[in-house]
């Protein structure tokens, strides 16, 4: 097995398993006639990066907001071999953590897909944050 197969069996094992009753995590929840093709994952990023972020993007999917953090919706496994910059924090399975409140939606595609692209986000991401792209960086033997 490779890398990639290990993660994904590791996710679904993940996805499979339940909170307990007594404290389940919320989902932010996709709008009535979205379609979920790839999985459904989230990246959190401090409000006050969204609008910048959001206009270096050329596709935008669903963004939620729940006063602190803007989350965006991206295709499951977006962080498989990648290292998302801090602050953002990435949820698989799109999972609700710490949130001030409910995150409301802020904004929805045009079409069905929920997804922004996790390419562009990251690259918006790391410019933001004043982060160098992990490919871009020099290897070390």
């Known amino acids: 097995m490779d890398l990639t197969t290990l993660v994904r069996l590791s996710r679904q094992r993940q996805r499979a398993g339940t909170p307990s009753a007594a404290s389940p995590l919320p989902r932010?929840?996709?709008p009535e006639g979205m379609t979920e093709p790839l999985g459904c994952d989230a990246v959190?990023?401090?409000?006050s990066f969204g609008?910048?972020?959001m206009s270096r993007l050329p596709r935008v999917g669903c963004v939620y907001e729940d006063g602190a953090r803007w989350w965006w919706i991206v295709p499951a496994d977006s962080d498989v071999a990648m290292?998302?910059?801090a602050p953002v924090d990435y949820s698989a399975g799109a999972v609700v953590r710490d949130a001030e409140c409910r995150p409301v939606l802020i904004n929805r595609?045009?079409?069905d897909v929920p997804y922004t692209p996790p390419i562009p986000l990251y690259l918006a991401l790391c410019q933001e944050t004043g982060t160098t792209p992990e490919w871009?960086?020099?290897l070390s033997a």
């Open 51 to 53: 609008p910048r972020v």
């Open 109 to 111: 595609p045009p079409d």
């Open 136 to 138: 871009s960086r020099a």
């Open 28 to 30: 932010l929840d996709l």
């Open 44 to 47: 959190a990023v401090p409000a």
């Open 83 to 85: 290292e998302w910059p």
